[in-house]
């Protein structure tokens, strides 16, 4: 090939090649998305602020720690799905026809019972409920004590006699259960109250009395639940009746009397009664220990196997106990925040707690009036107390001016803060009427506690104390008066002024416009402004 001839070939490869058609376009494929990736919350990912800040910045630090942390919730994780469970065969119409005649439950009268059927509920046997209920009941408080041990491993032998009940292994849905079973007895919510019962709750138990037994009731409080007793009652009878049918039984019945001689003719019988019964949810005995308890408050004899509910006096006791402890913590803190008893020592505060109770006075009580020696001392645990001065004014009637005495309000005693020491230690009148301005928690000290301190307690409480509002003078009140008077009188003055103004230029307040086209008076306008033509 010459040199002349080599351009003209490329020439004519390339006007080859430029007459080529193009290959046919190919679609690029999808991407699939994953289902395992929730791609809204990886995009919120990616765009955390902070990203793209220099990795040594602070904000870039904190940002990955973010990242680092959202991470595993762009992953979607799948609900695994378990085997159903088979259905029943349904039975043939004649059959269920058939069961639904031999078992038709007995209609309640409870109305809600039959709505809540109407809508789509379960069909509830009020009795069955309420007998179910009570059989748990009893089946709580029988819980007994685990018959084996870690060092038996469940091979020793337990004595079923050294078995009892211990309430400690119940759980706490079942505590909440026997607590609200409780409630529903009325012996017990007029005694104890309802945190006090909840506690209480926690330590009762069951005990099982067999027929013909006596139960002296002086450990506690006794409640039936299964069976009848009857009290005993106490019944003199002479040894000289040889005919008396209860001297001659004793011998066949002794188990049902106890006997007292105190003399050598009259014997002391205390025998159940035939009138006084004891039912279900009876009650017998005493929270409290009572030396004087009458004997057929007291003791029952059973007439069938029962089972009774013990409430122990000595769990009462505890609980009275604690709750004294916790009032006596809260009045030394309550005492020792008070302004005046901040330097107090502590052995005097503790004199003065066990003096002092808490006691809860209504809103609008007046304590003290103004000239009167206050029978107690008050530290205010929660509330305020309005503090009022006594002040004549002269009031402008129609033909004459007549002095009134009016109340002056001066301030307010708030909480931690104390009154009433010094009126009672120097027996010295009140300058000032103290009103609850709200419903009042105080602790108090009666006068009498008060003045039968020791010396050395009642001079540190005078050093200490001041009067209630002592720095008022009747200068302050007189100007305290005047400028309340003032502020009336200019409160009247401006609603006159103002309401006058409305008036001329027609507006209605609480109406909008300045004009109406009304053809009636609004119902709810009962003063009116405008006048109608």
């Known amino acids: 090939m010459t040199e002349d001839s080599l351009p003209t070939d490329i020439l004519a490869h390339m006007i080859a090649i430029n007459n080529v058609p193009p290959p046919p376009l190919r679609s690029i494929p999808r991407l699939k998305v994953r289902k395992t990736i929730n791609y809204g919350q990886l995009n919120a990912l990616c765009h955390i602020r902070g990203l793209e800040s220099r990795r040594n910045s602070s904000l870039y630090l904190a940002a990955h720690d973010t990242f680092i942390k959202q991470y595993p919730q762009i992953f979607l994780h799948e609900k695994t799905v378990l085997p159903k469970v088979p ?16 078992s038709q439950p007995v209609k309640s009268h409870n109305i809600s019972l039959y709505l809540s059927e109407a809508r789509g509920g379960p069909c509830i046997n009020e009795g069955e409920l309420s007998e179910s209920k009570f ?17 038996c491993l469940g091979t020793c032998s337990v004595d079923h006699a050294d078995l009892k009940l211990r309430p400690v292994y119940r759980t706490i849905h079942e505590h909440n259960f026997v607590w609200k079973m409780l409630k529903n007895i009325p012996a017990l919510t007029s005694q104890l109250r309802s945190e006090h019962l909840k506690i209480l709750s926690k330590k009762v138990m069951s005990e099982t009395w067999i027929k013909g037994s006596t139960v002296i009731g002086d450990d506690g409080l006794y409640i039936m639940l299964t069976g009848h ?15 008396d049918s209860i001297v001659s039984s004793i011998s066949r019945e002794s ?24 039912k279900k949810w009876g009650v017998f005995g005493s929270l409290e220990v009572r030396p004087d308890m009458d004997e057929c408050e007291r003791s029952i004899v059973t007439d069938d196997d029962c089972e009774i509910l013990k409430i122990p006096t000595k769990e009462y006791e505890k609980l009275k106990l604690e709750k ?17 008893y901040e330097i107090w020592p502590t052995l005097s505060i503790y004199e003065l707690v066990s003096l002092s109770t808490f006691k809860i006075f209504p809103p609008g009580h007046v304590l003290v009036e103004s000239g009167d020696i206050i029978s107690f001392v008050g530290f205010i645990n929660s509330g305020y107390c309005n503090i009022y001065r006594n002040i004549v004014g002269l009031v402008d009637l129609s033909l004459k001016v007549k002095k009134i005495k009016k109340l002056v309000y001066m301030g307010k005693l708030k909480e931690r803060e104390s009154f009433g020491e010094i009126s009672i230690l120097l027996q010295s009148p009140f300058t000032c009427t103290i009103i609850t301005g709200r419903e009042v928690e105080m602790a108090i000290i009666e006068d009498k506690d008060i003045l039968a301190l020791d010396p050395i307690t009642k001079e540190l409480m005078i050093q200490t104390a001041k009067p209630t509002f002592g720095h008022l003078t009747e200068e302050d009140v007189k100007n305290e008066y005047i400028k309340k008077v003032q502020e009336k009188e200019w409160k009247y003055f401006k609603n006159k002024t103002i309401q006058g ?7 209605l307040p609480g109406f909008g416009k300045w004009e109406h086209d009304w053809s009636t008076i609004p119902k709810n306008f009962k003063s009116s402004l405008i006048t109608y033509t």
């Open 87 to 102: 259905q029943p065969v349904e039975k043939r119409k004649s059959d269920l026809q058939i069961d639904q005649k031999i």
């Open 135 to 151: 059989q748990k009941f009893l089946d709580i408080l029988k819980k007994l004590v685990s018959l084996s041990s870690p060092g």
């Open 229 to 243: 007793a009857r009290r005993r009652v106490k019944v003199f009878r002479s040894l000289i009746e040889e005919e």
């Open 255 to 278: 188990f049902l009397f106890d006997v007292d001689l105190k003399d050598s003719t009259v014997v002391e019988f205390y025998v159940p009664s035939k009138k006084l019964t004891v």
């Open 324 to 340: 004294v402890k916790r009032e006596n913590a809260q009045k030394l803190k309550l005492i020792r925040k008070c302004p005046f």
């Open 501 to 507: 103004i409305f008036q001329s230029k027609g507006v």
